[in-house]
């Protein structure tokens, strides 16, 4: 790997493909799926080398979804003429598969595979277990789980005094001394907006620490009067553009940040040691791994995360490919960063690349700080704030674009993509070549209806997550009313205007495990099965274009379309093993997947994951 100056500047050059299988064979969306010993016997004849080879890995006895047939139809997800389904239903193409130098060789049948196996062989007997292509999870924040791992764990209490008392309780478990920050994670900024905490009890109970403690959702942080102190947050702050200082009457700051004042009091929190921070993310990432999860988009990186994954990277201690989306967000963006990505342009190489950039086009929709084109249900005469007054810097996203990085664009409210769209459209505008950069909205979580067309016509990705409609169906509707509420987390209607869709989790804000993003996907219920019939249920997928969602349309979303997404010879061996059949499973029972296992993870021909015993 060539060196990288202090800016985390790329390598030059593009990563090829080297095929194994036939031309031709095995198209990203079609195409059949097994690979007979005899056409083998012809390609390794026919470049010079053995027959058939011996497999570095082979799994055997399983039931095998290749996923190498044509897209479900868009309007309901009817299966394709050519999917392994019938009228009983869908049955796996093959039984197993055989893995050289990290690439697949063969997919078919266990009688043919055998002619791969040899004594360095290593063969795994699924004994019927489910084999997938491996999972991509579209939109990651990997640098939060490793430092949740270092934090106090706030997800789930209830209120301000439970979770003061844990991190009391963290303080005193730990023998923290006085005068060392404490930080914690995991409260729920969507669901208190309407009653956000304040320094009084967290300084009563902590008065000789500086405590932060960062919302589930990232768009509200709140602090102790030692935290404020120490990051110098006074009456007489002002509030950043798209942000705001919550004050009391008086005028005195309440400890509560929103979206972007948020970065005063957490610029003042100082970072772990390499080592520390290191250990923390290769666990975050084995964790994953353990999840079936081979690939992720890491959002919102900076110099001190993206310094470590280089660090991990250069160690191989990188379990899983990462595409990294640089953070351009901030009170003052990091230059140093962006000029030298600039000057280098994109990063197409490696297990570690950089080829995107992340920018946040409103806040949340819990927190009312999406950009809404008419006022909050809830609060007449709110209506968020977004684009430029949200601090967008459209130059930076423009110049970063031009160079050849996709961009990735978070956008809540209505307001907010159709101004992302707009500003897509302008932008291809001045430059055209930008078009071809898969351009994404992040979330695409309430759009109007006569802009889910403009996805397609724009060539924007709509990159979504399940787990959101389930977690905020609380209290999503008394935001948005019941008509705007229709157009929100509505991923069927993505679907009929002919975009893209990726899935992916926004991990750690939510549950990054498959099984219950499938479930929510296809039946629109929480893992309680509530509510009966589904939260606006004509917006449900089927299972295959759930499944598509988090493998073949997620790779296309990282510019792997011919290494991921799909097995077949010639593409990288990754695969995500399971208990249960996410396809075969019955549509009146589809909530018994919720108790399916991982039971294995490769990556790239390695296994990372083994969870069979």
């Not at 768009?219 to 947050?233: D, K, Q, Y």
């Not at 499944?547 to 379309?561: C, D, K, P, V």
């Amino acid at each position: 790997m060539a060196d990288r100056p202090s800016v985390s500047a790329p390598r030059s050059g593009t990563r090829g493909l080297a095929t194994t299988g036939v031309a031709g064979f095995a198209p990203p969306r079609g195409g059949l799926t097994v690979l007979t010993v005899a056409a083998l016997a012809m390609v390794g004849a026919a470049c010079g080398g053995p027959a058939n080879p011996a497999a570095d890995l082979v799994l055997r006895g399983g039931r095998v979804y290749t996923l190498t047939w044509s897209d479900p139809a868009r309007e309901d997800g009817a299966p394709a003429a050519d999917a392994p389904h019938d009228a009983s239903g869908w049955h796996p193409d093959a039984q197993a598969v055989a893995v050289r130098d990290g690439r697949i060789v063969f997919v078919g049948s266990d009688a043919d595979v055998q002619a791969y196996v040899a004594d360095g062989t290593h063969v795994v007997d699924l004994a019927g277990a489910t084999v997938l292509p491996g999972i991509i999870d579209a939109h990651t924040h990997a640098d939060s789980y490793a430092r949740k791992l270092l934090q106090v764990d706030l997800v789930g209490v209830a209120n301000e005094a439970e979770a003061v008392d844990r991190v009391v309780a963290w303080k005193h478990d730990r023998q923290i001394p006085d005068g060392e920050w404490i930080v914690g994670y995991g409260w729920d900024d969507g669901a208190w907006a309407d009653h956000y905490p304040t320094t009084a009890l967290l300084s009563d109970k902590l008065p000789d620490n500086p405590v932060y403690l960062r919302g589930l959702h990232g768009f509200a942080v709140w602090g102790n009067e030692a935290a404020l102190s120490a990051a110098g947050i006074t009456r007489a702050t002002p509030d950043p553009a798209g942000g705001a200082v919550l004050r009391d009457k008086g005028g005195e700051p309440t400890g509560v940040l929103k979206d972007r004042a948020t970065e005063l009091l957490s610029s003042a929190v100082p970072e772990p040691s390499d080592d520390v921070y290191d250990a923390a993310l290769v666990t975050a990432l084995d964790s994953l791994a353990a999840a079936g999860i081979t690939a992720i988009a890491e959002a919102d990186v900076g110099a001190y995360h993206l310094a470590a994954l280089q660090r991990l990277e250069t160690s191989n201690e990188l379990p899983m490919p990462v595409w990294v989306w640089l953070h351009t967000q901030g009170f003052d963006p990091d230059t140093v960063l962006l000029h030298g990505w600039l000057q280098h342009g994109p990063d197409t190489e490696g297990r570690l690349q950089v080829r995107s950039v992340k920018v946040f086009w409103d806040g949340a929709l819990g927190s009312r700080g999406a950009w809404m084109l008419d006022d909050y249900s809830d609060a007449p005469g709110q209506r968020g704030i977004g684009g430029s007054a949200y601090g967008v810097s459209r130059d930076w996203v423009s110049r970063m674009a031009e160079a050849g990085f996709q961009i990735t664009i978070h956008a809540i409210g209505d307001a907010a993509n159709r101004d992302a769209l707009d500003y897509l459209d302008s932008l291809y505008v001045v430059a055209p070549s930008a078009r071809q950069n898969r351009n994404r909205i992040e979330h695409a979580q309430v759009v109007a209806p006569e802009d889910f067309p403009r996805f397609a016509e724009l060539d924007a990705i709509a990159s979504m997550q399940p787990q959101h409609a389930m977690d905020d169906m609380r209290w999503a509707e008394e935001r948005v009313g019941p008509e705007r509420i229709k157009g929100a987390y509505a991923w069927r209607s993505v679907r009929r205007a002919g975009a893209l869709l990726a899935f992916s989790s926004d991990l750690p804000g939510a549950d990054w495990h498959l099984f219950p993003s499938l479930h929510a996907a296809v039946t629109r219920q929480n893992p309680a099965g509530e509510p009966a019939g589904g939260w606006y249920p004509e917006q449900r997928l089927s299972p295959e274009e759930a499944l598509r969602a988090y493998t073949t349309w997620a790779a296309y979303g990282i510019f792997s379309e011919d290494r991921k997404g799909a097995i077949a010879p010639g593409r990288d061996a990754d695969l995500s093993v399971t208990d249960v059949d996410p396809l075969a499973t019955a549509a009146d029972d589809y909530g018994s997947i919720l108790g399916g296992r991982i039971l294995m993870t490769v990556v790239n021909g390695k296994v990372v994951f083994d969870g069979r015993k």
